[in-house]
Nanobody, 121 residues
């Protein structure tokens, strides 16, 4: 059974920082692209950042220069370092991946349960 477990959310002041973690079990993430998504009540779920199996990273425009995605394949984990937080970053953040038939038995999608990030003074 594949599980993605996020941690590290919480309350931060504008301009502050938080670091999210996502630990994966049941699947080897080494060659898989890994994503952080977020969703707030006012918006559709959006992909915030992606790190590929080749360790290339991509970001949505609103977080470029403030957020950094990283991975530690030895720990089967990914991270999201969030700096210069803004109130509009408030959302539930989800870890996500999808199997790749080149490397995994199926191409199912997997989601974590989400972790709440609130940016407020």
């Amino acid at each position: 059974q594949v599980q993605l477990v996020e941690s590290g959310g919480g309350l931060a002041q504008p301009g502050g920082s938080l670091r999210l973690s996502c630990t994966v079990s049941g699947i080897d993430i080494t060659r898989l692209a890994m994503d952080w998504y977020r969703q707030s009540p006012e918006k559709q779920r959006e992909r915030v950042a992606r790190v590929t199996g080749d360790n290339y990273s991509h970001y949505t425009d609103s977080v470029k220069g403030r957020f950094t995605i990283s991975r530690d394949n030895a720990k089967n984990s990914i991270y999201l370092e969030m700096n210069l937080l803004k109130p509009e970053d408030t959302a539930v953040y989800y870890c996500h991946t999808q199997g790749d038939l080149r490397y995994t038995p199926n191409d199912d999608e997997y989601w974590g349960q989400g972790t709440q990030v609130t940016v407020s003074s």
